[in-house]
Structures are given as C-alpha cells and as structure tokens.
C-alpha cells in the first residue's frame, strides 16, 4: 500500500498528475499518517460497518477505512483526483468512489442502496468551507449509526458545547438533537499540505436511535431555537416574538411564563430539554 502520507511520496506523485491544490474546494491533505490511522480506529469500524466517507482526496483516510470496514463509499468532488486515486486506493475491492458534489446526494438513499446488511456510519476529513452544510445533510439523513469527522477545532467546541457558554449556538442544538458529542483528539497544523490556519479536531457524533425529549413537532422545536439565538443580547421574550410574530411580545411572554422560565430568561442559556418544552408550548398554543 502506498503511504500516501509520507510528503516524499506524495509530492511526487502529485506532480506526476501535475495535480495542483484548490483552495475553493477546501483541499489540505493529510501529511501525518497517525491521523488518519486514529481516525479509523476512534470511529468504531469494523468490517461489518458500511463508511461513508466525504472527499477521500488522495486517500489516507480511505485506505485506513477500507482495510478496516466492510464497505466504502467515498463521493470526491475532484474528478482530477481519479488517476491518483487508481494508483493509491485501487486495490481495495471494498471500495467505491462516486464522482460528484456530496451536497448534491441523496445521502439516506445512497446509504440504503450501498450498505444493505452493514452498519452505516459517516467517517471524513471536511472540506472546511461547507463543513456546516455537510453536517447538516448527514445527520438529518437519520441513517447513520455514527459520524466521525476533522473540523476546524473551533467548529468541533461549538458542536460540543454546554448552554450558557459562549460557543453554544443553534448549530450546537441542531448537532445535539441528533447525536450525542465527543471531541476525540486535537490536531495542529503541521499535519496537513497545505497547512490551514488552524487548528483541527476530531469530533465524534453518537447518533441518537430514539429522542430523549418529547417533540410534538419538528419544525416548531428548529424554529423557536433559530429565534431564541437570534438575539443574543436581549431577553429571549424579544426573539421569540420576532422568529414567532403571531404570538407577539405578549403571547411570548406568555409562553416563557408557562414553561417557568423567568421572564428575563436568554434563549442561550437553555437546554435541549427547554427548547423542547418552550417549542411544544408555542405549537400547542397555535394549534387551539
Ligand atoms: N481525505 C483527504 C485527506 O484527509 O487528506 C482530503 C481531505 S480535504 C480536507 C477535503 C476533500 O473534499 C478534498 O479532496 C476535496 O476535493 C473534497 N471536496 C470538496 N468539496 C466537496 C464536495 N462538495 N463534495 C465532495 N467532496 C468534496
């Protein structure tokens, strides 16, 4: 197996391609072969998981997960890259490469028609300038047992993060709702060519199998937490009065008080578990 991390092996073989780096597609490779050697064994794949893995680049991460799991699928925007791929990834007859925008897939569909009998799983290094999108899809896909991605550390703390803290957002509540987090390991600069600005992480998201909380509707629970967020500085009454006009300032406070939640209470300061109750009190309320 080539290691395709090793800088005297990749440069080369890079310029035999005369492959050249798109930042626009959010290429730096791995250049450290623990990383993706840690990221395969921390992610739980085994040979009966399917892997999903997003830009599988020149295939360090890819090469770990092949030999590891029953099935990978790897969807690689860079149709450049296929020539180096055939020589790096070829032999693994577990392996499928799917040529095309990740954000343009089906990904539940894709999983059900590949990984038929196996554990399903999401394993990828980010493009980091649709790292947010990317999430998005794959955990609204509600197919996966887990996803194990690098992001951008301060990406990773935000997904991780506790209320009241200033990292915590409506994409740390979307990430929670799905799946339970665990930042796994740090990793600097020096392990990627080019190297980013910053610092990634690893963060792990166990996905839930049932809700813990009881949501009467989905939509309304997405909603009241992007209006509880949009203003941060101010009460949570005036957010919620502006993301929900209907109800109106007075109708807000209404609902905050009905839940017991003080009336100078900030949306960032609450839980999952409030979200779900200050939600459900707006949606009972339009429904009379
Ligand atoms: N996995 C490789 C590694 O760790 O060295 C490459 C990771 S690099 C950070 C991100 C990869 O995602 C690149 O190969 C890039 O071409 C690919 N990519 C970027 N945008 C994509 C998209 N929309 N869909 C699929 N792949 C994409």
């Not at 597609?25 to 064994?41: M, S, T, Y």
């Not at 600069?189 to 996905?207: E, N, R, Y």
């Amino acid at each position: 197996m080539i290691d395709v991390c090793d800088i005297q092996v990749m440069k080369p073989l890079l310029a035999e391609h005369g492959f050249h780096f798109s930042k626009a597609k959010g290429q730096n490779f791995l250049i450290a072969r623990w990383v993706p050697e840690q990221i395969a064994e921390r992610s739980g794949v085994d040979k009966h998981t399917g892997v999903l893995e997003i830009g599988p680049g020149i295939g360090p991460l890819t090469q770990q997960l092949a030999l590891r799991a029953g099935k990978v699928c790897a969807v690689e925007l860079d149709k450049r890259l296929e020539p180096i791929l055939n020589q790096t990834v070829g032999e693994f007859d577990n392996l499928e490469i799917i040529w095309d925008d990740v954000l343009k897939q089906d990904v539940a569909k894709l999983v059900a028609e590949k990984f038929a009998g196996l554990k399903p799983v999401a394993c990828a290094n980010l493009p980091y300038y649709i790292t947010s999108p990317i999430l998005t899809a794959l955990l609204e896909a509600e197919c996966f047992d887990a996803v194990t991605v690098m992001v951008q550390k301060e990406v990773a703390q935000r997904i991780a993060a506790k209320p009241g803290t200033a990292d915590y957002s409506a994409f740390t509540v979307f990430c929670q709702f799905y799946g339970e987090p665990e930042i796994l390991f740090d990793v600097p600069a020096h392990c990627f060519l080019p190297q980013p600005k910053v610092t990634s992480a690893v963060i792990m998201l166990k996905v839930r199998k049932c809700l813990p909380w009881e949501i009467l509707d989905k939509a309304t629970f997405f909603r009241t937490v992007r209006a509880s967020f949009a203003m941060r500085r101010k009460k949570l009454q005036n957010g919620l009065a502006a993301g929900f006009p209907e109800l109106g300032k007075e109708g807000a406070g209404e609902v905050i008080a009905a839940c017991g939640f003080s009336e100078n209470v900030r949306g960032e300061t609450l839980d999952i578990a409030q979200f779900a109750a200050l939600a459900n009190a707006i949606y009972r309320r339009k429904q009379q």
